[in-house]
């Protein structure tokens, strides 16, 4: 997808996506997709026969949002098939981000509040309310509630970006160890997703349909909006031009945000001053971790135009900014990496259609795949502690 074409288009797709994102101004949201399966893509990934740990390396055990339920499941990517899929414990509806605290607390958003649960004995503990007005709880892409998720470094507040229809969110602050909503902070529309600075003083809150990161300064709680649009934000809420996920580079602390596999946009949350890179996928991108040597991997949902965009893929960049590409099976929405890195998991719970129950499990050293039917539509997911 070139410049021009994406200009040309912008106008083509504005009333259709529209359509798709009127719940963003209306009390009532979409539907939560039906899981459907999904077609053999122009490019398909080489398989593996079954979905194996990378060799010399324990597989861990994942914990996945079920965002077409109510539930979390646990994952052993080591199993074949249908074995891989552990079991689930319910949470409240729609949930989708998540954390795990490293004694192994889950804190996870949920369109009624954050479930903690406790991973070891498989239960729900407790669910903090979310003081934000968010309508009724309901499913779907465009539902009220808790999105985006992150814990402080030091453990004692979980932050979670709460989406409210037709308008504003926030950031609600909960006291991990009194499980209340301590602070409420406002930010931009539909909070996808929540970072933290290393360093914890600041917090980075990607708003999706407002085109802007809001940085969140952790001793004083001011907020500074910060424009991501490398597009552009005109055709404002119809528009797909927009942020959905960040990573925090190691190396420097500066935000990375990719778009259409044509642009990284890197923001210096010191000063909000936005540069932009290449990107080589041509692909509706949503989203993106870094590793601890920089590594940086997107999740390419899959085109927008068919006729000149590409297909899903992962794309694996080096801090050089070179990069290659893994072809996907299907829509895919969010990246987690093992301990190691040499494993990337990809969840098939795409928010529009053509989400599938399941999970992409990818060597990132070789590109092979392999897929694990789990879940129901897997949005977030997180490796869990070892057991001592």
């Given at each position: 997808?070139?410049?021009?074409a994406?200009?040309?288009?912008?106008?083509?797709?504005?009333?259709?996506?529209?359509?798709?994102?009127?719940a963003?101004?209306?009390?009532?949201?979409?539907?939560?997709?039906v899981?459907?399966?999904?077609?053999t893509?122009?490019?398909?990934?080489?398989?593996t026969?079954?979905?194996?740990?990378?060799?010399?390396?324990?597989?861990?055990?994942?914990?996945?949002?079920?965002?077409?339920?109510?539930?979390?499941?646990?994952?052993?990517?080591?199993?074949?098939?249908?074995?891989?899929?552990?079991?689930?414990?319910?949470?409240?509806?729609?949930?989708?981000?998540l954390a795990?605290?490293p004694?192994?607390?889950?804190?996870?958003?949920?369109?009624?509040?954050?479930?903690?649960v406790?991973?070891?004995?498989?239960?729900?503990?407790?669910?903090?309310?979310?003081?934000t007005?968010?309508?009724?709880?309901t499913?779907?892409?465009?539902?009220?509630?808790?999105?985006?998720?992150?814990?402080?470094?030091?453990?004692?507040?979980?932050?979670v970006?709460v989406?409210?229809?037709?308008?504003?969110?926030?950031?609600?602050?909960?006291?991990?160890?009194?499980r209340?909503?301590?602070r409420?902070?406002?930010?931009?529309r539909?909070?996808f997703?929540?970072?933290?600075s290393?360093?914890g003083?600041?917090?980075y809150?990607?708003?999706?349909?407002?085109?802007?990161?809001?940085t969140?300064?952790?001793?004083?709680?001011?907020a500074?909006?910060?424009e991501?649009?490398?597009?552009?934000?005109?055709?404002?809420?119809?528009?797909w031009?927009?942020?959905?996920?960040?990573?925090?580079r190691p190396?420097?602390?500066?935000?990375?945000?990719?778009f259409?596999?044509?642009?990284?946009?890197?923001?210096d949350?010191?000063?909000?001053?936005?540069?932009?890179?290449?990107?080589?996928?041509?692909?509706?991108q949503?989203?993106?971790?870094?590793?601890?040597?920089?590594?940086?991997?997107?999740?390419?949902?899959?085109?927008?135009?068919?006729?000149?965009?590409a297909?899903?893929?992962?794309t694996?960049r080096?801090?050089?900014?070179?990069?290659?590409?893994?072809?996907?099976?299907?829509?895919?929405?969010?990246?987690?990496?093992?301990?190691d890195?040499r494993?990337?998991?990809?969840?098939?719970?795409f928010?529009?259609?053509?989400?599938?129950?399941g999970?992409?499990?990818?060597?990132?050293?070789?590109?092979?795949?392999?897929?694990?039917?789990?879940?129901?539509l897997?949005?977030?997911?997180a490796?869990?502690?070892?057991r001592p």
């Amino acid at each position: 997808m070139t410049t021009r074409a994406v200009l040309a288009r912008t106008a083509a797709v504005a009333v259709l996506s529209t359509t798709l994102l009127t719940a963003c101004g209306n009390q009532e949201p979409a539907p939560t997709p039906v899981p459907v399966p999904t077609s053999t893509p122009t490019a398909r990934p080489t398989p593996t026969a079954t979905a194996t740990a990378t060799a010399g390396a324990p597989s861990p055990t994942l914990l996945v949002t079920d965002f077409g339920a109510d539930t979390v499941t646990f994952v052993d990517p080591s199993r074949p098939g249908r074995a891989a899929d552990l079991g689930s414990v319910r949470v409240g509806t729609a949930p989708y981000g998540l954390a795990v605290a490293p004694d192994g607390t889950a804190w996870v958003a949920t369109a009624e509040g954050v479930a903690v649960v406790d991973t070891r004995t498989r239960t729900r503990v407790a669910l903090v309310p979310h003081t934000t007005r968010t309508g009724p709880v309901t499913t779907g892409e465009y539902r009220g509630g808790g999105m985006g998720i992150a814990l402080s470094p030091d453990g004692t507040r979980a932050y979670v970006g709460v989406n409210v229809p037709g308008g504003n969110g926030t950031l609600e602050v909960v006291d991990t160890a009194t499980r209340a909503v301590v602070r409420v902070v406002p930010v931009g529309r539909r909070p996808f997703d929540v970072d933290v600075s290393a360093d914890g003083r600041q917090v980075y809150v990607t708003d999706h349909d407002s085109f802007d990161v809001t940085t969140v300064d952790t001793a004083t709680w001011a907020a500074r909006r910060t424009e991501v649009a490398p597009y552009g934000t005109e055709g404002g809420l119809g528009s797909w031009l927009k942020p959905h996920y960040t990573a925090v580079r190691p190396s420097d602390g500066a935000l990375l945000l990719p778009f259409e596999g044509e642009r990284l946009a890197v923001v210096d949350p010191s000063t909000g001053r936005v540069t932009v890179e290449p990107m080589t996928a041509n692909t509706h991108q949503h989203g993106v971790t870094a590793a601890p040597d920089g590594t940086l991997y997107t999740v390419g949902t899959g085109p927008i135009d068919p006729a000149t965009d590409a297909g899903p893929s992962l794309t694996v960049r080096a801090p050089d900014g070179s990069e290659r590409l893994v072809p996907l099976d299907g829509p895919h929405e969010t990246v987690t990496l093992s301990p190691d890195a040499r494993t990337a998991y990809v969840s098939g719970g795409f928010t529009r259609e053509g989400g599938w129950d399941g999970l992409t499990v990818v060597d990132t050293a070789t590109g092979r795949t392999s897929r694990l039917p789990v879940g129901h539509l897997p949005l977030a997911v997180a490796v869990l502690p070892d057991r001592p």
